[in-house]
Nanobody, 126 residues
């Protein structure tokens, strides 16, 4: 059974940091490009970042560029999203997902992603 399980969300003060993890089971993560999306209350799901399978090409939404870092550890079959300088507008449910392309991952088009995690809540508030 193919499964993605996120963890690492929580409540953090503005300016703080969190690292989200997404563990894959039932398949090998290194066969896929990977992405992170988020959905705030009352808003559509939006792309945050992605990393391509073959060349580790990465892309970030302008709103998180310079603050968030996507990475993968194929040995652990896990992907990560390091989030620094968190702001209240980063509050959302964060989802990991996998895309079946070798190059040029799509950081913004959720419809290109085949499998999704269940989401983890990130709340940024003082």
């Amino acid at each position: 059974q193919l499964q993605l399980v996120e963890s690492g969300g929580g409540l953090v003060q503005p300016g703080g940091s969190l690292r989200l993890s997404c563990a894959a089971s039932g398949f090998t993560l290194d066969s896929w490009s990977i992405g992170w999306f988020r959905q705030a209350p009352g808003k559509e799901r939006e792309g945050v970042s992605c990393i391509s399978r073959m060349d580790n090409y990465t892309h970030y939404a302008d709103s998180v560029k310079g603050r968030f870092t996507i990475s993968r550890d194929n040995a652990k079959n896990t992907m990560y999203l390091q989030m620094n300088g968190l702001q209240p507008e980063d509050t959302a449910v964060y989802y990991c997902a996998v895309q079946d392309v070798a190059y040029f991952c799509s950081w913004y088009d959720m419809h290109q992603y085949a499998y999704w995690g269940q989401g983890t809540q990130v709340t940024v508030s003082s």
